[in-house]
């Protein structure tokens, strides 16, 4: 990690840990003005208090294409982070967060969906939401006993 990028981070927590009675989440996003920083700042936030993805979305719904990329890497991250930890209910909360909160067509779920490994097409399917992580489910899924919607390994 760069120097610059573990100072933004850095300044990322301590900003968030004192928004809640300081400035909102506009602001937040607002102040790092399209710095990709911003990514990394998104998902320390939320990994650290994952209700507030509904926020950051919320912010990322009327900002540029840039910020919304940024915030949707940045939920990404900490969805990730959260599976890691053993946070599947905190990471399904994240990715249902994202599923719901665009008003607009943006890049907040594309983004999302990159960062995490799956196809946006995919990533709101009922099927999947109930899921924390990985690959959605398809005809080539194999289980823990080997097989799997008519598929086994032998």
Not at 13 to 30: M, P, T
Request: aromatic share 6%.
């Amino acid at each position: 990690m760069s120097f610059k990028l573990a100072i933004s981070s850095a300044m990322g927590i301590a900003l968030f840990s004192g928004l809640v009675h300081a400035q909102s989440v506009e602001a937040f996003v607002a102040s790092y003005n399209q710095d990709p920083a911003l990514s990394i700042a998104v998902s320390d936030a939320v990994s650290a208090n994952h209700p507030e993805a509904e926020a950051f979305c919320r912010a990322a719904d009327d900002a540029s294409e840039p910020v919304q990329v940024y915030v949707g890497a940045g939920l990404a991250g900490a969805h990730q982070y959260l599976l890691s930890v053993n946070d599947s209910a905190g990471a399904s909360s994240i990715k249902l967060t994202v599923c719901t909160c665009e008003r607009t067509p943006g890049q907040v779920l594309s983004s999302f969906a990159n960062g995490i490994g799956a196809l946006e097409r995919d990533m709101c399917s009922s099927a999947w939401r109930g899921e924390s992580g990985g690959s959605p489910p398809d005809v080539f899924s194999i289980n823990v006993d080997g097989g799997g919607n008519g598929v086994s390994r032998n």
